[in-house]
C-alpha cells in the first residue's frame, strides 16, 4: 500500500519562503505524477502544482514564478519551494500521487501554511 508523509510548512510573514516535502513509500510505479494541492477555509481544494515522473511540470496560475516544484525519482520524493509567499497562500497544502497506469490516487495527511501580512 503507498503512503505519503509530508514535512514542512508552518507559519511566516508575508513574503517569506517555506519548503515543502513528500515522500512517498510501498509500491510505485512508472509513469506517475506527484504534485501538491491546497485547501483553505471555505474552498475547495485547488492543484498547485505536479510534476510528471518525466520531468514535465504545471503550476497554478496564482503561484508560477514564485513556487518551485522538483522531485527525486529514486526517492520517490517531491518538493515544494514556495518563495514570496503572500496571505492568499494560507491553506492546508496536501501531497498527492497518481499512478497512471494502475489509475489508483493518495493523499498524504495535510501540512498547514500559514502567511501573516
Known amino acids: 500500500q503507498v503512503q505519503l508523509v509530508e514535512s514542512g510548512g508552518g507559519s511566516v510573514q508575508a513574503g517569506g519562503s517555506l519548503g515543502l516535502s513528500c515522500a512517498a513509500s510501498?509500491?510505485?510505479?512508472?509513469?506517475?505524477?506527484m504534485g501538491w494541492y491546497r485547501q483553505a477555509p471555505g474552498k475547495q481544494r485547488e492543484l498547485v502544482a505536479n510534476?510528471?515522473?518525466?520531468?514535465?511540470?504545471n503550476y497554478a496560475d496564482s503561484v508560477k514564478g514564485r513556487f518551485t516544484i522538483s522531485r527525486d525519482n529514486a526517492e520517490n520524493t517531491v518538493s515544494l519551494q514556495m518563495n514570496s509567499l503572500k496571505p492568499e497562500d494560507t491553506a492546508v497544502y496536501y501531497c498527492?500521487?497518481?499512478?497512471?497506469?494502475?489509475?489508483?490516487?493518495?493523499w498524504g495527511q495535510g501540512t498547514l501554511v500559514t502567511v501573516s501580512s
Open positions: 498527492n500521487l497518481k499512478q497512471l497506469t494502475l489509475i489508483s490516487e493518495v
Open positions: 510501498g509500491n510505485i510505479f512508472r509513469p506517475n505524477v
Open positions: 510534476i510528471f515522473s518525466g520531468g514535465s511540470t
